[in-house]
């Protein structure tokens, strides 16, 4: 069986190598009907985005006037490494494509968008082809777009960038064109990984930059084909990264019709056993088998299934445009749960520290015994006792002794002490954005309203958003 598995995949490999730039109108098979993608995804409806802009900007506002403060008194971005910009905040959702080299990442997005044999289509091929972090995003012109450019532009959601080096921009690339499916999302096409390719070889923090698209992104696309199941080193670490975000996680065995039924079988159930120990969850990732690329599939094949599974993906990207404004309400709030406990624990440690404090203390030894052992001192304890805060959104105590060793404790002040007479308290403000503005915004979303509600009786003000991500 191995024998025939092999030539399985090298005949494979040969399909691919028809695919290449030069050769493409000499491939035999004929085209693949689209109208389902287009139905799927409503795309010959009206983007509803201009509804919107009402509710992005009382978000926005929310924003700059409850949570930002906090995270600027309390440094919450040297914790967490995470800002939140403008463009962050109005920007499309975002899909994010990874998985092992010449596995149909770019193929894929040639074919959801139409650029097969067009001067536009994203290079395909059997070798490593993308080399490049490729934004493909809308425009009213196609054109492309340098990475420094992408940086410099305070009006997109990729300036923070800049701080991985002028070696990464140069890596990174927009496109832009006039689609109406990239009027509602932006594609991100990443190299492949290539398992004997050391971190020192690109030239830059290749899994930094990935964690950074991946802490972004709406939905993630894995990508396998049934020749490259192998896990490595590099697709451990990218796993690793993924930890906590798999509710937005696909995983996409593709060129499915390569195979003979039994065999794809086999290489379904290969691939669940290599991808087993990474992903440590109950509920283990949809698995979508299918081969997505503009041309039929190949005879004597379960094409049937294959386009129900197509189907089922467009259907899960479709929820994700449609909810697009919920999810950002809803991360925001999550964010701003985040900054408020950040905030209440510092403000903890330094009460401690002055409570420790007398005239003839060394500073030194008082702070390094509260950062060693904040246990002993209560902090942690103290604020699940005092506060609406839950055990599981509290972050790893060793983080904050790494805080406090840039940050001195002394830099700080008490909450108590961050009132103002116009702009009240940081405290109070960032407490009514969680359980009223933000609660009352998405509620005057899901229901259709006018944003600006000021009560929160329909959702209640303690409830959670429900995560959108996850299926039924």
Not at 36 to 60: C, F, M, N, P, V
Not at 179 to 199: A, C, S
């Amino acid at each position: 069986m191995k024998g025939v598995v092999s030539i399985c995949c090298f005949v494979s490999l040969l399909l691919l190598q028809a695919t290449g730039e030069e050769e493409v109108e000499d491939v035999p098979y004929a085209l693949r009907d689209k109208s389902h993608i287009e139905e799927t995804l409503r795309l010959a409806t009206d983007d509803k985005s201009g509804d919107y802009t009402a509710a992005l900007q009382k978000l926005r506002k929310i924003y700059h006037s409850a949570i930002k403060p906090m995270e600027q008194a309390y440094k919450y971005n040297e914790l967490r490494q995470h800002e939140i910009s403008d463009g962050e905040i109005t920007s499309k959702p975002m899909v994010l494509f990874l998985g092992p080299w010449s596995v149909g990442k770019s193929s894929m997005i040639n074919y959801l968008l139409g650029l097969q044999n067009s001067p536009y289509q994203l290079y395909t091929g059997a070798e490593p082809t993308t080399s490049e972090f490729t934004v493909i995003m809308h425009g009213e012109k196609i054109r492309s777009v340098e990475g420094i450019v992408m940086a410099a532009d305070s009006s997109r959601s990729f300036s923070p960038l800049e701080k991985f080096g002028q070696n990464f921009l140069e890596k990174l690339i927009g496109v832009e064109m006039p689609h109406k499916l990239l009027e509602r999302v932006t594609f991100v096409d990443t190299p492949g990984i290539i398992e004997n390719r050391k971190q020192q070889e690109r030239g830059y923090p290749f899994n930094d930059v990935c964690q950074w698209f991946i802490d972004r992104a709406d939905l993630i696309f894995v990508v396998f084909d049934p020749t490259k199941l192998d896990v490595g080193l590099e697709l451990e670490m990218l796993f690793r990264q993924l930890k906590g975000r798999e509710s937005q996680i696909r995983i996409i065995l593709n060129k499915a019709d390569n195979l003979a039924t039994q065999d794809l079988m086999r290489v379904y159930g290969a691939l669940f056993w290599s991808l087993a120990p990474l992903i440590n969850v109950t509920e283990p990732p949809r698995v979508y088998v299918s081969s997505f690329w503009p041309y039929d599939y190949a005879a004597d094949t379960s094409r049937e299934l294959f386009k129900r599974e197509e189907i089922s993906l467009l259907e899960d990207l479709n929820q994700v445009i449609e909810n697009r404004l919920e999810n950002k309400i809803a991360f925001i709030r999550q964010h701003g749960i985040r900054v408020r406990i950040h905030a209440l624990l510092v403000d903890r440690y330094v009460q401690t520290y002055n409570d420790k404090m007398s005239y003839f203390s060394d500073p030194e030894l008082v702070f390094k015994e509260i950062v060693d052992d904040p246990d002993k001192f209560y902090i942690f304890k103290s604020i699940l006792a005092k506060t609406n805060v839950s055990k599981f959104d509290l972050p790893n105590r060793d983080a904050y002794r790494d805080f406090f060793g840039v940050n001195a404790i002394t830099t700080f002040k008490p909450l108590t002490t961050q009132c103002s007479y116009m702009g009240g308290c940081l405290l109070g403000r960032i407490e009514k954005a969680i359980t009223d503005e933000l609660p009352a915004l998405l509620s005057s979303i899901n229901s259709d309203k006018q944003p600006g509600l000021t009560s929160c009786e329909t959702t209640g003000c303690d409830e959670k958003p429900k995560n959108r991500y996850r299926k039924n």
